[in-house]
């Protein structure tokens, strides 16, 4: 079969407006081949003295916690690891053992959220453990390392931003 060769589709080649363009859309990339991303919702947590940015994936757990913002508590740490109980009560959501610098989970045996900024003590290696399977529910923006000067029974506040 015969016919022109179609250059292969390269996204980053192309100018805003042309078909095939990524497009801006706030925390969100649009592919309009593809076709809209899941929806990240913004946070800002704030664990002491610190604040970072963060967002929210399109999971139910995620939206869940999003309806209870503003979320205030008391945190803790475990390695480097800050979570604390946020009185809900929700189901395991595709549970991951081993989440990513960053991730931030929720835990459903503690009814915790739950923000992994290095290891834990379960980690083996360079992977981050949380003690058992947690529903990654979204991610810090930015460098979550920042968060390693937070002690254990800092005030911890999440809320839309």
Request: proline share 10%.
């Amino acid at each position: 079969m015969g016919g022109p060769e179609m250059a292969p589709h390269t996204p980053h080649a192309t100018r805003p407006g042309e078909p095939g363009a990524l497009r801006d859309r706030g925390s969100q990339v649009w592919n309009p081949i593809s076709g809209p991303p899941a929806r990240m919702k913004a946070i800002k947590i704030t664990a002491g003295a610190v604040s970072v940015a963060a967002e929210l994936n399109d999971s139910r757990t995620a939206a869940a916690i999003a309806a209870a913002l503003p979320i205030q508590a008391r945190g803790q740490t475990w390695g480097d690891e800050i979570y604390f109980d946020i009185g809900l009560a929700l189901a395991a959501e595709a549970p991951r053992e081993v989440v990513e610098l960053g991730d931030l989970g929720y835990w459903p045996p503690g009814q915790a959220f739950c923000i992994f900024f290095g290891p834990t003590p379960m980690s083996r290696g360079n992977e981050i453990r949380p003690a058992s399977a947690v529903n990654v529910i979204g991610r810090v923006v930015g460098d979550p390392r920042s968060l390693k000067s937070v002690r254990s029974g800092a005030r911890v506040t999440i809320e839309a931003s």
